[in-house]
């Protein structure tokens, strides 16, 4: 069983672009947690979605940002004209049920904004 | 709302020596705990959790950690460590009910395992 995939692994985008990361869950989990990690920092939740859902977006920035999970295919984390404090290291979670306890975190797509 | 702290941002050891890396947290109500490790360029592995029952849990690579309720700590042990445990810990926690289930990390501890 594959872990959970996200790619790109790094993405480098200039002020003013879109960013869009993308994570593949572990086969047969359906709950998917985003999260930020900007340097010398820990992680920051941002959203929790199941498929076709946002359960929990209050970690996301009110504008620029905006994540979904399709019925088919891998969440979409998207960030809208990225800045330079967009630079982070951007981690996905997928759990076969809700519960941290059950989280497994992929390898993250660290973003580098010039 | 939950917040971890901890309190070490650096530690360096010798190889073989035992370790400690320290954990604070706040919270209105109960808590799960967990420790994650982050090796360069890596996603977080889950080291150990508590969830109820015994206080002193046992988790991979020979580490252990111990929580402690009345002091609202949850500090992290090896007794001897090796170079290939140097890397980023976490410490996290999330509250046992509600509808909330995203982890509150702490700024992270930086292992660093001399020879």
């Known amino acids: ?114 | 709302a939950q917040s971890v702290t901890q309190l070490d941002s650096q530690v360096p050891v010798f190889e073989e020596a035992p370790v400690e890396l320290r954990c604070n947290y706040s919270s209105s109500v109960s808590v799960y705990l967990f420790w994650y490790v982050q090796y360069p360029n890596q996603g977080l592995q889950l080291l150990l959790k508590y969830l109820s029952g015994s206080t002193l849990v046992k988790g991979i690579n020979g580490f252990e950690a111990e929580f402690n309720k009345s002091q609202t700590s949850f500090h992290l042990r090896k007794p001897s460590v090796h170079i290939s445990d140097t890397a980023e810990y976490f410490c996290a926690v999330t509250p046992v009910s509600g509808s909330a289930r995203q982890l509150t990390f702490g700024s992270g501890t930086q292992l660093t395992v001399l020879p």
């Not at chain 1, 790109?8 to 359906?30: D, F, T, W, Y």
């Not at chain 1, 994540?67 to 979409?76: L, M, R, V, Y």
Request: net charge positive.
């Open chain 1, 1 to 114: 069983n594959a872990g959970v995939m996200q790619n790109p692994r790094h993405l480098v985008r200039r002020r003013g672009q879109e960013a869009r990361l993308r994570c593949s869950p572990m086969k047969g989990h359906s709950h998917v947690y985003w999260y930020r990690q900007l340097p010398e920092e820990g992680l920051k939740f941002m959203v929790y979605l199941q498929k076709e859902n946002i359960i929990d977006e209050s970690g996301m920035p009110k504008e620029r940002f905006s994540a979904e999970f399709p019925k088919e295919g891998p969440s979409i984390l998207r960030i809208q004209q990225v800045v330079r404090g967009d630079s982070a290291a951007y981690f996905c979670a997928s759990s076969p049920v809700p519960g941290p306890d059950t989280q497994y975190f992929g390898p993250g797509t660290r973003l580098t904004v010039l």
